[in-house]
Structure formats: C-alpha cells, structure tokens
C-alpha cells in the first residue's frame, strides 16, 4: 500500500492485518504479544518500500535508521571478504569454485570488497 499510514483507513488496515497472519511469521509473533490496537498502529507505521532484484539495501559501515519485514521475496546478507579471488586462468578459478562447491563472483568498488 502506497499509501501514508495515517490515511489508511480501518478496512485497509483490516487487509493488511488479514495479509501478514496468514504469510507472514513475525508479524504473527507480534500479534500473539500485542493487542488489535498496537498491531493496527504498526501497520500505519509501515512504508512500502520496492526494491530491484539483486538491489544492495545497505553497505557495510551503514548506520541503520530503519529495519525491514520482508513481504513477498527474499534477502541474503553478504559479508565482507579478505579472500583473494584473482587467479592465473579460468582453469584455477574454476577449481576453487569446485572446491567451496558454490560460485562466487568478486565485486568492487571504492570503499568495500564483498563477495556475491
């Protein structure tokens, strides 16, 4: 909903509320701790926030200023690597990748190094 939380009316909010106790496990959690009405002043809180696929939501280092609840999707954390990840051939590279039996790519930029 892309609409401010204190303009949602109680029928959106209803939605909302009948959304997240069927799909979603940490929004049941806090229903099971909080009434109706705290649950309901959550939900007028909450942003609408779309992200691209394979988007980066915040970089080592960031302070935070906000938490996410995943609606629909998924979220990986990647951290930080010291691993060198330049080799000689295609050869040596794919025989460490065969050996930590995943694949990684090195990405780059000027304040981090993190393996995707």
Same mark, same amino acid.
């Given at each position: 909903?892309?609409? !401010? &939380?204190?303009?949602?009316?109680?029928?959106?909010?209803?939605?909302? +509320?009948?959304?997240?106790?069927?799909? =979603?496990?940490?929004?049941?959690? /806090?229903?099971?701790?909080? $009434?109706?009405?705290?649950?309901?002043?959550?939900?007028?809180?909450?942003?609408?926030? /779309? *992200? #691209? +696929? =394979?988007?980066?939501?915040?970089?080592?280092? #960031?302070? &935070? $200023?906000?938490?996410?609840? /995943?609606?629909? &999707?998924?979220? &990986?954390?990647? =951290? !930080?690597?010291? +691993? #060198?990840?330049? *080799? !000689? $051939?295609?050869?040596?590279? *794919?025989?460490?990748?065969?050996?930590?039996?995943?694949?990684?790519?090195?990405?780059? #930029?000027? +304040?981090?190094?993190?393996?995707?």
């Amino acid at each position: 909903m892309v609409i !401010p &939380g204190q303009e949602r009316t109680e029928k959106q909010l209803r939605v909302l +509320h009948n959304y997240f106790m069927k799909e =979603n496990q940490f929004m049941i959690k /806090i229903r099971e701790k909080k $009434d109706e009405y705290e649950t309901f002043r959550l939900y007028r809180a909450l942003q609408l926030k /779309i *992200y #691209d +696929h =394979n988007a980066c939501l915040c970089e080592v280092g #960031d302070i &935070g $200023d906000s938490f996410y609840i /995943i609606i629909k &999707g998924e979220c &990986g954390v990647l =951290n !930080p690597s010291t +691993h #060198d990840l330049t *080799y !000689p $051939d295609y050869f040596q590279l *794919y025989k460490f990748m065969s050996e930590v039996d995943k694949f990684l790519m090195k990405s780059e #930029d000027s +304040h981090s190094n993190y393996v995707r």
